[in-house]
Nanobody, 126 residues
Framework: QVQPVESGGGLAQAGDSLRLSCLLSGRTSSSSTSVMGWFRQAPGNEREFVAAIRWRDGTTDYADSVKGRFKISREYAANSVYLQLNNLKPEDTAVYYC?????????????????WGQGTQVTVSS
């Protein structure tokens, strides 16, 4: 059973940086988890796309709201994907989720991802 496991959330002040990690356990088939994504959900809001990366070639995509501040990366040896959050803003406060999907497309909607982690809280104060 594929299971993403997030870590690295916490409290930060505006302008700070955090690094989120996602360990992909149970990954026996590269085709079933060929694309990894990060989403976030603030209280009262829908879960929204943040970033995605393709394992094979490292191609990435970002939401406009985080472009230039966040960076997604992957590490084969660690079976892990990371999200570097720089220049944090209070509006970045949310639970951040790691997700995995099959296929080639860097999907940006929740329904397109089959595997989800439990989430890690990021809280940014002004």
């Amino acid at each position: 059973q594929v299971q993403p496991v997030e870590s690295g959330g916490g409290l930060a002040q505006a302008g700070d940086s955090l690094r989120l990690s996602c360990l992909l356990s149970g990954r026996t088939s590269s085709s079933s988890t060929s694309v990894m994504g990060w989403f976030r959900q603030a209280p009262g809001n829908e879960r929204e796309f943040v970033a995605a990366i393709r394992w094979r070639d490292g191609t990435t995509d970002y939401a406009d709201s985080v472009k230039g501040r966040f960076k997604i990366s992957r590490e084969y040896a660690a079976n892990s994907v990371y999200l570097q959050l720089n220049n944090l803003k209070p509006e970045d406060t949310a639970v951040y989720y790691c997700a995995a999907r099959s296929g080639y497309e860097l999907a940006t909607t929740r329904a397109e991802y089959a595997y989800w982690g439990q989430g890690t809280q990021v809280t940014v104060s002004s």
